[in-house]
């Protein structure tokens, strides 16, 4: 439309919303277009000799490779003009409309280049292997170098890394097994003195069922013990140089002296007055983050091999975790945002991994069930926090997905009674209006009382799966569950409770109930974090269903097919929870973010 009364009497407008400040006609008609042109290369050369004249059993791979990539962007980035258009009352009671722009439209004369990325890659690869047998000993090794090179657009500097391997497998009658490994890594991201470093790992197996005291053992065919640990290193930041100082320049400085109004100690805001100003302090001593890695586990074979399982333990520490200690450096050493990064932060996760697989056929009926299953944990060993006044708030010794907030305790009866204990997140509650335990007693609610109330990630995750096949007939089911864990219900499901937006059915079914007190503006003491919003999110899912017939090759050969299999097939099929309003799966999905569909389908499968 042409607003008469808009600042732009010829181009057309179109009208937004404060929630809405996109008008679909808009970006299709006036939004600007491109053409994105891309062009990839790829070489690579292979060079593998056997080295047995030299050595027997020695083997050379010489890999190099060269990767580029281009993207360019030609168009017009234009824009239109639009208006959040309000309907109101002159001071004469005549009705107006008030404008607010939000967009101001950009119209372009001509194409011109709106994007322009490139990136390329140079690496480069050399292995010896080699690998002797006799007797009843067997040895493989070998000897790896890496280096590569990447440039790519808005990095200071090309990208480098070193690598140098040694790893060796030694075997004594295929029973007992050492495994060893070092890695010499370096990276440009690290001051000279600390851009390298040397991460070692073994490992050690004993099948024991290969041993004569144990061979006499009915219904274990196959049994092994086994165990690895190293030391891992990691870049865990994607910036580097993290190590140098970095300045910035800006106008905004202080003129001291005599100024034009006569300011002995100048002015805050004279332009003209240029200053640096630390963007970050670099720490020399930034090193690799390590992950001391350890796992020890079982895998056997029973009943003549119609039964498999595995057990694993595993535990893995994060140490030297680089992170910006907000907390640890006080800001009156005056620095704040410019803190330097160190080597701080360590976490442990550690947990069990069990699988368990039967297999077997009576007659024509062919079936195979089994599981897996994980129960995990963490734990934080060391973090960048504050000086805590109570031992409960502290992350240390707490699970890294611990869920922080209030204790919720009920809720208001009366409104005298929202003046016992005053909680300070708004000035006025009111019956209905949710209550939190006053945990340290000090006759007040506020931050210092939130503790843990729960963890977010599932401490077991497990899966299910069985297949049954009769002739040519056959039935598969997968499915998946997590179990003890908390889901907070904050999405615009659960919260959207106020203002002109009162949509959601939990909100309206739940009123006096599951949900607080209903009013027009947030009261957001009923809003900040607390147990009263988390809910078990344990879930059961049979999420693959399979039904096939595999057409006997007699009736295949009509059409001249090797194969032909009918099935129907089913995903998300089923799902168990006490979860009813939401997917547990994904709470978010359908509200915030793409929905999960329970879909069905049907095909035919031909194999020529």
């Not at 007055?273 to 074979?301: A, C, H, M, Q």
Request: avoid cysteine; charged fraction near 20%; aromatic fraction near 16%.
């Amino acid at each position: 439309m042409y607003a008469a009364f808009g600042d732009n009497k010829v181009a057309p407008w179109y009208a937004v919303s404060s929630n809405y400040k996109t008008n679909p006609i808009g970006n299709l008609m006036h939004n600007g277009y491109y053409t994105e042109t891309g062009r990839t290369g790829a070489s690579n050369i292979t060079f593998e000799y056997d080295l047995k004249e030299l050595v027997p059993g020695l083997k050379s791979t010489t890999y190099a490779g060269f990767n580029l990539f281009n993207s360019i962007r030609i168009g017009k980035a234009e824009d239109y003009i639009a208006y959040i258009a309000t309907p109101g009352k002159t001071d004469a009671g005549l009705d107006t409309i008030r404008l607010s722009k939000v967009h101001d439209g950009v119209d372009m004369a001509g194409q011109a280049k709106l994007h322009d990325y490139y990136s390329q890659r140079f690496v480069v690869y050399e292995n010896l292997s080699y690998e002797k047998s006799w007797n009843v000993h067997s040895i493989q090794a070998g000897l790896t170098y890496y280096i590569g090179k990447s440039t790519r657009n808005g990095i200071e500097e090309p990208q480098r890394q070193q690598n140098a391997v040694f790893n060796g497998v030694y075997s004594f009658k295929d029973r007992y097994v050492f495994q060893g490994m070092l890695n010499y890594a370096g990276t440009y991201s690290f001051d000279k003195g600390k851009r390298y470093a040397l991460f070692p790992a073994a490992g050690l197996s004993w099948v024991i069922s290969e041993e004569g005291f144990f061979k006499a053992l009915k219904g274990i065919d196959y049994l092994k013990i086994r165990a690895e640990g190293g030391i891992l290193g990691y870049e865990s930041f994607l910036a580097p140089f993290y190590y140098l100082d970095r300045w910035g320049v800006n106008s905004s400085g202080t003129a001291f002296g005599p100024y034009s109004t006569g300011q002995w100690f100048g002015s805050n805001t004279d332009n003209s007055v240029y200053r640096t100003t630390p963007s970050r302090i670099g720490n020399p001593d930034l090193t690799w983050e390590k992950r001391k890695e350890f796992n020890i586990g079982i895998d056997g074979l029973f009943l003549k091999r119609r039964l498999s399982a595995e057990v694993n333990y595993y535990n893995n520490v994060r140490d030297g975790i680089i992170s910006q200690l907000a907390n640890t450096v006080p800001l009156v050493v005056g620095i704040s945002g410019s803190r330097p990064w160190y080597n701080y932060n360590k976490t442990r996760y550690y947990g069990l991994e069990m699988a368990l697989q039967y297999t077997d056929r009576i007659g024509d009926i062919r079936f195979s069930a089994g599981g897996n299953a994980t129960v995990q944990n963490s734990k934080i060993l060391k973090w960048d926090e504050p000086s805590y006044r109570f031992g409960y708030q502290s992350r240390v010794g707490r699970p890294v997905d611990a869920l922080w907030g209030q204790t919720y305790t009920g809720k208001f009866a009366t409104d005298a009674e929202t003046g016992i204990v005053p909680q300070i997140y708004d000035e006025e509650l009111k019956a209905g209006d949710l209550k939190y335990l006053d945990r340290n007693g000090d006759g007040i609610v506020d931050d210092n009382d939130q503790a843990q109330i729960g963890y977010g990630s599932p401490r077991l995750i497990y899966a299910l799966n069985l297949k049954l096949a009769f002739r040519n007939l056959e039935l598969t089911v997968i499915g998946n569950g997590r179990a003890f864990y908390k889901i907070p219900f904050t999405n615009k499901y659960f919260w959207n409770g106020w203002g002109d937006n009162n949509y959601s059915d939990f909100v309206k079914e739940n009123i006096g109930g599951q949900y607080p007190r209903l009013t027009y503006y947030k009261v957001n003491n009923n809003f900040v974090a607390s147990d009263f919003w988390l809910r078990d999110g344990g879930f059961f899912k049979i999420q693959n269903v399979e039904l096939a017939y595999n057409v006997p090759v007699r009736l295949g050969n009509i059409i001249a097919a090797r194969g032909f299999r009918v099935y129907v097939r089913g995903a998300n099929v089923l799902t168990f929870s006490k979860i009813r309003e939401v997917d547990p799966e994904s709470v978010n999905s359908g509200i915030t973010s793409y929905p999960l569909f329970r879909t069905f389908s049907g095909g035919v499968k031909l194999t020529f």
